[in-house]
């Protein structure tokens, strides 16, 4: 049971590339998210999908995109990387009440 | 506004003392509050959840409070080891724990010292 797993771990892009961050949880967990992690705050909403099949934005989707592949995989792509998107983004998902959210072990993005 | 805030930003403390990490909220429906452990360079792991009717809840070392009323809840950390430095997050809850209803506070950095 690996939890949740998140690739790749490290990523240097240079500004306009684009890249996919890939999500997969073992734990049959309807609810996956994505977060981005800035210093000096909390974790941010970029997208969640409650279900198969089904995305919705979070706080901070703009410049992102996101697939919930199957009930397994979450997807999150960066069509044209900016710096300000240099930042930790973690998968998350959780299983059913009391809804306790699971963290992958996160992919560090530096756009220069 | 819904709003989570954690006191103190960080903390050092002496290895073998206790400590006390605070967290206000202003989020309303509450549904629960977690407390979360992050290791530098890792993910956030779950140390406890409550739910409003919960009161107190432990983990080993870990204990944390929650008062509903006054919308606090503190961690407390017993006799802390050197492996209890990390960063220490308060989530809460809103309404039917949709994923757009988690309110995450920017957490207490917590090192601990021989």
């Known amino acids: 049971n690996a939890g949740v797993t998140q690739t790749p771990k490290f990523q240097v892009l240079k500004t306009g590339q684009s890249m996919t961050l890939q999500c997969a949880q073992d734990?049959?967990?309807?609810?996956m998210y994505w977060y981005r992690q800035d210093p000096g705050m909390g974790l941010r909403l970029i997208y969640y999908s409650a279900s198969e099949g089904t995305t919705d934005k979070g706080e901070v989707p703009n410049g992102y995109n996101v697939s919930r592949l199957n009930k397994r995989e979450f997807s999150l792509r960066l069509e044209s990387a900016a710096p300000s998107q240099t930042s930790v983004y973690f998968c998350?998902?959780?299983?059913?009440?009391?809804?306790?959210?699971?963290f992958g072990p996160g992919t560090r993005l530096t756009v220069t | 506004k819904n709003q989570v805030e954690q006191s103190p930003q960080s903390l050092i403390i002496l290895e073998g003392k206790n400590c006390t990490l605070q967290?206000?909220?202003?989020?309303?429906?509450?549904?629960?509050l977690r407390w979360y452990k992050q290791d530098t360079g890792r993910g956030p792991v779950s140390l406890t959840i409550m739910t409003f009717s919960e009161n107190t809840k432990s983990n080993g070392r870990y204990t944390a409070t929650l008062d509903a009323d006054t919308k606090q809840s503190s961690l407390h950390i017993t006799a802390s080891q050197l492996s209890d430095s990390a960063s220490y997050i308060c989530v809460v809850s809103a309404g039917q724990d949709t994923g757009n209803q988690f309110y995450f506070g920017t957490g207490t950095s917590l090192t601990v010292i021989p």
């Open positions: 734990m049959n967990h309807n609810s």
């Open positions: 998350a998902s959780n299983k059913d009440a009391p809804y306790e959210q699971y």
């Open positions: 967290c206000n909220y202003t989020v309303s429906p509450f549904s629960n």
